[in-house]
């Protein structure tokens, strides 16, 4: 019912940014939140970042808070991921989530990688 593209993932230097983003799109839907996951080689899935879409209250893992930042676009139904500083222990494929009704996240992107090198 609800179909979700990310991009904006690549390549950059340690220290470097990038911004993601993730357009939401259906016949008919609501949005009540909308969050950022990510997934390194070997690693389980971790919570990056987590934005409420009625009031913008945002929640971020201890290790991207300060460097990152969920921000969302209502009209175009857009969820984004500011990416500064970044780190090479960041670099992993990069999922965008959605939450219609509060039932938690049922639907997913297809991830967009993000390389962290020197």
Not at 63 to 69: A, D, L, P, Q, W
Request: a positive charge; one cysteine or more; aromatic letters at 14%.
């Amino acid at each position: 019912q609800v179909q979700l593209v990310e991009s904006g993932g690549g390549l950059v230097q340690p220290g470097g940014s990038l911004r993601l983003s993730c357009a939401a799109s259906g016949r008919a839907f609501s949005t009540y939140a909308m969050g950022w996951f990510r997934q390194a080689p070997g690693k389980g899935r971790e919570f990056v970042a987590r934005i409420w879409w009625s009031t913008g209250y945002t929640n971020y893992a201890d290790s991207v808070k300060g460097r990152f930042t969920i921000s969302r676009d209502g009209a175009k139904n857009t969820v984004y991921l500011q990416m500064n500083s970044l780190k090479p222990e960041d670099a992993a494929v990069y999922y965008c989530a959605h939450d219609p009704n509060t039932l938690g996240y049922v639907y997913w992107g297809q991830g967009t990688q993000v390389t962290v090198s020197s």
